[in-house]
């Protein structure tokens, strides 16, 4: 079948996939009384009991659950994402979360950058020197980043880079927030380097820039190791593949073996992981947002399951699904353009 | 006097493989002859060792091979103890090997032109000589008429600057050049195409195009054949036939099809268990063949003409190369082995004129 | 002709021998290997005697007896009384006897002693949680896998739901709905981690069933479930014994990191996250608190990556020799 057919059946799956999580999510996020209140937003002290009421009725919320879902599916099409609680002074959930999300945009990109950047060579250079020493050195870093702790990471970093830099005397990084000077320059994208670089501000942008250094390095550490294992796998066997044997016996020198021949084909399946590691980190960087008191929406998911704010939580829960399924989809889609060989 | 006619020499070559379960002994003392604009057929069943002499002498021995000695001297010069870096070079432009299965040997994520064009790429100086040429001198050059520069192009020289622009557009010609050289339809198209959307012939052609583009002093062809229909075999043997008598190229020709050995090649060795077992011009051997596995070998191709009888086979299995057999490793199939055979593996030597063997049957 | 191979069994299992040696000595060759298993059986030693080396009642949460139910509050945030280092103001050295290697926590609780504690507690959470999630989503994957069809496909859309979630949204939103005690915090980690078992498993049967001995066995009269459980199932079975180490490594992070959030029934209970909850507030003051509890899970997190990750390089069809 041509692509946009492909593409069409996996949209129209993916609908599927958000209603399931939406129930799951709504299910979960009302059905248990510990939550907060879902018409506590829509009220005040000063409200007659018969406007409760009516604020009750009109949203469903005396509803059993089955029923109020569907008046919350229609709310959702009318554009009402419904309130947030105080925690969040009241405001609707979605304008809660648009408002925050390009730090977190800003905070994955540069945490994918790195790994990228690091992870690639790693995993290049662990196939080439196969079981030697650098293979070794490298798989213990990769399996380093892997198993260490986000949050204790992220704290050390910051002991270091911050506490102990600022105690010797060394320039030292911030700790927490996206940005020391806020409010210095016009909110264009939302995110304070790009923000920052489009006003010309060059202060501006250096200090986001100096805040973003810990949080997505504290990130990338993590998911580098991942990919690191993949390109290595996936090298080794390209490497062991007839057609490398016949471009060496062609005379080429082994490097031109290597970057022309082998790292094409052992590329195909670590670019296609990266695009799903982007979606991933856009939606689970919560811990590294809260020790590092990142304003996205991860931290604020956070503070939302605590408060048990379940419209914050559904829209949450909804955006991020929906992007990891398109991410999948753009990642499968990208396949077939890389490998001339695949044919829908 | 027929010392200044080989072009390669294969004295004693012994080869092992480290796997885990043991040292495989592959090559077992190999020795080998290689007359100029020959085609050497290199037969014998799978497993006794060809492709691994072949590997061998280009250098492409994977990484848990360890050549335990012997000598291949290539115009006179001993490659085990040359660099990587040396055979490496010696592979831009005098040794080439056409594979088996070009679907898994040509790189299914590049352009054809992307992998001809590479090899032509390797030998700049070659190029920007024939872009002189045809600025220069107005001569119009094509791969055919590069084959007989080989001499000419040391003395050439010149100031005049050539691109690099010119230098790929000129690879670029070529490459269509050799690709109607080896009787391909259409070289512009299939330059842009990718491995998958030729035929199994075509892309046999391609490969061996690209060996070809080194213009090479030797070939290898690894069981070229084994891999298409009996069609497109006939048209390969042509080509090679075609290419020995226009580029004076010496070829080893392995094959575990004797008949197309029989076809193509000006002598046979017959390898069996890791050594060569028997040299001989082909019809030579065919008419006469004297080591035993050879006879049982001609013995149990069946014959057209003849009434069917029952086929013949040779009883026993191939050696396993672990533990192989002492001394002549075919002892233990031969009917006609005796002690000694167990004891020491025979040489080859010329028994009758042009025809060696290594057997103590006769002689040894 | 006589050759030098040792006696052979015959049969299926002796293939699987055959193959279990093969495996064992890649593994021995491999250093990474060999020291990450021992470093984890040496924690899986130590979480079995923790409660002997270690007192449990020091974990107490309504104090220390000795002091009267209280906390001995002098011994809040000390370091090593031997050490000498500044850690910044308000710390003050310790002039008891005592020796506290890692330091003390807020309670005055020796450190390394609540380390030792907390170990046991993560393994058992950690090997329960993987081996029920590999267990049941295997089962469910091969069920899916081997009947094809309707179930198929429900298996497969339930489980893409569930991947369309990171994992930590989904653990967080099931603890915080579902309650805070230990049992429920397991539950909601398995719910999260049996989808990745149930594709893993339903892939390998879908190969498996497409081989020849697949249909001798039917043709011999085998019943399905027979030629599931005892044929199939073995032949499958390390792709999802390699995804189960390296998993160990995961859960024993992320139980810990919800942990950290505020998940912990107690905020006194020894558990390697909760440990450095607590350390959260007080990080310049008192460093210890988290570096080393995190420490501890580092290294037995990556004793079993390593572990699993060498068993996946050795177990990959397209490596081995």
Redesign the interface.
Known sequence: MKVYEYVIRRLILMIFVLLGVSILVFYLARGFPSGLAPWAPYIHPKMTEEQIQDVKRSHGFDQPIHIQYFYWVRDILHGDWGLTGIWAQGRPANEVFFSHFPYTIELSITAIILTVAIGLPLGVISALKNNKLPDHVSRIIALTGYSTPSYWFGFILQLVFFYYFSLWGLPYLPSSGASGMEGAVARVTGMPVLDGLLAGNLEYTIDAVRHLILPAFSLAFISLGFLARIVRASMLEVMRQDYITLARSKGLKERVVVYRHALKNALIPAVTLTGIFFALLLGGAMITEYVFAWPGVGQLSLRAVFQGDSNFLLVYTLIIAAIIVIANLVVDVAYIFLDPRIKY | MREKNYVLEVKDLKVNFH??RGEVKALNGVDLKLYKREILGLVGESGCGKSVTALTI?G?LPENAYIIGGEILFKGEDLLKKSKEDV??????E???V?Q?PL???????RIE?QLI??FM?NKKLLRQAVIAKKAHGKNVTFSSLLSWKNELASESSDLKVSRAEIKKMAKHLCEDILGLVKLPDPKRILRQ?P?ELSGGMRQRT?IA?ALA?RPAFFVADEITTAVDVTIQAQILHLMRELRDKMDASTIMITHDLSVAAEIADRIAVMYGGNVVEVAPTVKIFRNPLHPYTTMLMKSIPNVKKPVETLKSIS?TVP?MI?P?SGCRFH?RCPFAMDKCRKKRPNLIEAIEKHEVACYLIGG | MTSNSTKVRTGEWAARWADLKYTLYLLRKNPLVMTGSIIAIFFIVLSLLANVIVDPNLANPTGYPEFGGQYPFERKFVWNKDSIINWGPGIRLYEGPEQFYLGTDNWGRDLLKMTILAIPVDMENAVIITVGAAVFGTLIGALAGYIGGVVDEAVLRTTDIFFAFPALVLALVFAAMIGRSIPTLRLALLLVWWPPYVRLMRGQILGEKEKGYVEALRALGAGHLRILFRHIMPNSIYPILVQATLDFGGVILTFSALMFLGFSPSPSLPELGNLAAAGYEHIFEAPWLIVFPGLTMLIIALAFNLVGDGLRDVLDPKLRR
């Open positions: 796997t885990y280009l492409l490496r070079i010696l592979r831009t432009n040794l080439a090997t594979f299965d898994t040997y040509l790189n299914p994520v590049l992307t590479e090899v390797l990718y998958f490969m690209m080194r026993g396993e533990n057999p233990p």
